[in-house]
């Protein structure tokens, strides 16, 4: 069956970076549109990152400049380098394929990401 695991969340003060991953199994990895999504408490889950089976990349407003979505389809894994956090940026953060597809969607587990002022 289809996994998404996501590791690399961790504490990080205000101005650092963390890279997290997204491994997915049980599914043609390079055909997918992956993304990376995030939920805060009391927030609706919204979209971070998402990049096309061609390399093609969308980022929130609110990361440009900030985050980078990379994937490598040798390794079936999806990256999300995240550089001068800000304590707004604190949130779990999930994987996702299919987005923006009519394939099926599936969901990592997620992983918190908390930035410290």
């Known amino acids: 069956q289809v996994q998404l695991v996501e590791s690399g969340g961790g504490l990080v003060q205000t101005g650092g970076s963390l890279r997290l991953s997204c491994k997915a199994s049980?599914?043609?990895?390079?055909?997918?549109?992956m993304a990376w999504h995030r939920q805060s408490p009391g927030k609706q889950r919204e979209l971070v990152a998402a990049?096309?089976?061609?390399?093609?990349?969308t980022y929130a407003d609110s990361v440009q400049g900030r985050f980078t979505i990379s994937r490598d389809n040798t390794k079936n894994t999806l990256y999300l380098q995240l550089n001068s956090l800000k304590p707004e940026d604190t949130a779990v953060y999930y994987c996702?394929?299919?987005?923006?597809?009519?394939?099926?969607?599936?969901w990592g587990q997620g992983t918190q990401v908390t930035v410290s002022s």
């Open positions: 049980g599914m043609l990895f390079s055909i997918e549109t």
């Open positions: 990049i096309t089976s061609s390399g093609i990349i």
């Open positions: 996702n394929s299919g987005w923006a597809t009519p394939r099926k969607n599936y």
